[in-house]
Antibody, heavy 121, light 110 residues
């Protein structure tokens, strides 16, 4: 059974930094592209960033480009999202998502339970 | 880039069919066959219902079907059931090498 367990969320002030982690199990982690998707309170889904199987290709939404960095450690079956210069509009539940095939096709067949990030002064 | 356009809400009675539209541009929905649909119940993570415009993942009911015409993709749910009441989101690959979601549609089963 695929399991994606996010951690690292919390309450921060604007301008601070945070690193989210996603521990993966139940599948060959190094064979799949991975993605972060977020959902602000009462709002819709927003694609944040994606990374291919070996970490050699990364992609970002314009809203986070230059502030967030996605990475992975295939030896630890773990996905990361380094979030810098946080803003109030980054407040959301962040989901770790596995791509069924490809990376940017949006075939997200497994989702974590999400971790809450709140940015407020 | 703005979200794909979905109706805010749709409703139907049990047994009926409903269709949710997802409108984009030739740079996303119209340009690629990489449209997916997700179902999200309150407080839960989204679930993949349709991928590649019209393909159903294993385990998804055949009451769910997808299609596309031009810049608009559609999700049709036939034989509506109470458990189908949820939020639905479309997504598409874009020419900017990103992914974009629709704004979401709340389905109410009357």
């Amino acid at each position: 059974e695929v399991q994606l367990l996010e951690s690292g969320g919390g309450l921060l002030q604007p301008g601070e930094s945070l690193r989210l982690s996603c521990a993966a199990s139940g599948f060959a982690f190094s064979s799949y592209g991975m993605t972060w998707v977020r959902q602000a309170p009462g709002k819709g889904l927003e694609w944040v960033s994606g990374i291919n199987e070996n970490g050699g290709a990364t992609y970002y939404a314009d809203s986070v480009k230059g502030r967030f960095t996605i990475s992975r450690d295939n030896s630890k079956n773990t996905l990361y999202l380094q979030m810098n210069s946080l803003r109030a509009e980054d407040t959301a539940v962040y989901y770790c998502v596995k791509s069924m095939v490809g990376l940017l096709r949006g075939y997200f067949d497994d989702w974590g339970q999400g971790t809450q990030v709140t940015v407020s002064s | 880039q703005s979200a794909l356009t979905q109706p805010a809400s749709v409703s139907g009675s049990p047994g009926q069919s409903i269709t949710i539209s997802c409108t984009g541009t030739s740079s996303d929905v119209g340009g690629y066959n990489y449209v997916s649909w997700y179902q999200q119940h309150p407080g839960k993570a989204p679930k993949l219902m349709i991928y590649g415009v019209s393909n159903r993942p294993s385990g998804v009911s055949n009451r769910f079907s997808g299609s596309k015409s031009g810049n608009t993709a559609s999700l049709t749910i036939s034989g509506l059931q109470a458990e189908d009441e949820a939020d639905y989101y479309c997504s598409s690959y874009t020419s900017s090498t990103t992914l974009i979601f629709g704004g979401g549609t709340k389905l109410t089963v009357l």
